[in-house]
Structure formats: C-alpha cells, structure tokens
C-alpha cells in the first residue's frame, strides 16, 4: 500500500464519518429546536394560567374587602369598649386586613365571616324584640288592653251549623262512583 492509498481511505472514512456526525449534529439541533418551540407553548400557556389566577384572586380579594368593611368591622367596632380595647379590636382589623391583602381565604377567615353574620342577627333579633315589645307596651298602657272589656274575648254572634257526618260521607261516596 501506498502512502496515497492510506490517505484516501483515511479521507473517505473521515469524511463518512463527518457526515454521520452532521447528521446527528442536525437531528440533535431538530430536537432542540423543538423542545424550545414546546417552552415557549407552555411558557406561554404559564403566563396565561398566571393572569387568570391574578383576576380570580383579585376578584376574591375585592370580595374580601368589602365582607370586612361591610360586616366584620362593624362588628368588632360594636363591640363594648370596657370588655375589649380598642387597641385590641384595631389589631384585630389589622390582622384581618392581611388576609384580605393576601387573598387567603382560610378557616380563620370564614369563622370571621360567620361570626359577624352571627352577631348581625342577633342585632337584628333583638331589634325586632325591641319594637314588639314597644308595639304591646304602647297596647297595654293607652291602648287595646286597657278596660276589662277589651283584654275579654268576643264570643261569635252565630252558632255554626250543625255538620251530618253522615250526609257528608254520603256526598263523599257518591262523587266516587
């Protein structure tokens, strides 16, 4: 063999191998590109979910908000001033306010919520006892209840009629058949 000859199968089996190693080199940049091409679908698709995500959590934040500006601080400022300080009652807020920031709606918010619905219904419970009990006061005092006569029950003027049972199941029967 000689020199020539070596160098040509040595040219040949190199360059064969180059073009195999381009082919991998080309399947391999395939590959890649692909897998960026993916990345950016579902980076994408990420910034989509977050978007979402950030309306839905504003949307329960500004539920949140107005649950504790409507009910909740109503509540606590209600709250008798001897019993609890309002030191205490405006840390309370403050600590609410964080979950409202937040958006985190937890067992600790939702005891707030019912909690404050609760008291607004005993307010509401004892307003109305309030104006019953003023309603009958005002009966009693200058009113209905008054005189003997009044406080008596009237006794209906007719007499009812006297009921058949017998005709009546007589009529029964016979819409029957």
């Not at 959590?57 to 109503?74: F, H, P, V, W």
Request: aromatic letters at 4%; a negative charge.
């Amino acid at each position: 063999m000689t020199t020539t000859d070596i160098s040509g199968k040595d040219t040949a089996s190199l360059l064969a191998h180059m073009e195999t190693m381009q082919r991998v080199i080309n399947e391999k940049d395939n590959a890649l590109k692909e897998c960026m091409q993916r990345e950016e679908t579902v980076r994408g698709q990420l910034k989509q979910l977050e978007d979402t995500n950030e309306k839905l959590s504003e949307a329960k934040r500004e539920a949140m908000k107005t649950d504790l500006n409507e009910r909740i601080q109503g509540w606590i400022r209600a709250l008798d001033s001897k019993q609890v300080p309002d030191a205490l009652k405006e840390e309370f807020l403050a600590g609410a306010e964080k979950f409202v920031k937040k958006g985190d709606d937890t067992g600790v918010w939702q005891v707030m919520c019912c909690a404050s619905a609760v008291h607004q219904n005993q307010v509401n419970t004892i307003n109305q006892l309030t104006e019953q009990y003023n309603a009958l006061k005002t009966k009693v005092d200058g009113g209905e209840f008054r005189s003997d006569e009044s406080r008596k029950r009237k006794e209906p003027d007719a007499t009812p009629p006297a009921t058949d049972v017998w005709s009546q199941l007589e009529g029964m029967c016979t819409s029957y058949l």
